[in-house]
């Protein structure tokens, strides 16, 4: 069994400020790790995946996010946010590929960015 | 990239109604579909995993009766919300996964549709 925690259900920070969103994952298996990005009354985009490789991944519009095992973690991060980053974030863990294998989404955060 | 379309992006129905949802792979082959419900300000939950040319897997608490998926080719699954009522309202969202894709299971979402029941 695979299970997400993402702790707070609210973020907000200044415009230019650091974006810490935080990620622990529980995982029987080897996880591949996944953060989503939504935008109200929209799908889910595919910010950046964690696939057993480098265990620092860059994703699109200056998120990154750091697998660290041993704390069983995979926050996400941006150095400095701006006001079209406000939006739903949500860390999502899988288990190995396989013809069946499934997504188990956390709760979600909600990214607010002050001017 | 990856795209995949749904059909309608809103609807409002009268209770007791069907409603019909179409998700499309547009330029991949997709083996498999899933189907998810967002309630608002929460998360996804999976309510079903669709595989071309064969009955859907659905998650433990959805009705397979109320809920009908079809997968029939490789670029179109449907979910049907029979005798619908208020409290199926809600954001529905499928995603698709690359038949040619690399291992690492990467899901392409659609961008969901609203229904509201009346």
């Known amino acids: 069994a695979q299970s997400v925690t993402q702790l707070g259900s609210h973020v907000s920070v200044s415009e230019g400020a650091l974006v810490l969103l935080r990620c622990n994952y529980s995982?029987?298996?080897?996880?591949?790790l996944f953060w989503y990005v939504q935008y109200p009354n929209q799908g889910l985009q595919l910010l950046l995946k964690?696939?057993?490789?480098?265990?620092l991944v860059k994703g699109i519009n200056g998120f990154e996010a750091e697998f660290k095992k041993s704390e069983t973690s995979f926050h996400l991060t941006k150095p400095s946010a701006h006001m079209s980053d406000a939006a739903e974030y949500f860390c999502a863990v899988s288990d190995i590929p396989g013809a069946n294998s499934k997504l188990t989404f956390g709760k979600g955060i909600t990214l607010s960015v002050r001017p | 990239g990856a795209v995949v379309s749904q059909h309608p992006s809103r609807v409002i129905c009268k209770s007791g109604t069907s409603v019909k949802i179409e998700c499309r792979s547009l330029?991949?082959?997709?083996?498999?579909m899933f189907w998810y419900r967002q309630f608002p300000k929460q998360s996804l939950m999976l309510m079903a995993t669709s595989n071309e040319g064969s009955k859907a897997t659905y998650e433990q608490g959805v009705e397979k009766d109320k809920f009908l998926i079809n997968h029939a080719s490789l670029t179109l699954s449907t979910l049907t919300v029979t005798s619908a009522h208020p409290e199926d309202s809600s954001f529905y969202i499928c995603?698709?996964?690359?038949?040619?894709?690399?291992?690492?299971?990467?899901?392409?979402f659609g961008p969901g549709t609203r229904l509201t029941v009346l």
């Open positions: 995603s698709a996964r690359d038949r040619g894709g690399s291992s690492y299971n990467e899901q392409f």
């Open positions: 330029d991949f082959q997709a083996t498999t």
């Open positions: 995982s029987s298996v080897p996880p591949y």
């Open positions: 964690y696939t057993s490789a480098a265990t």
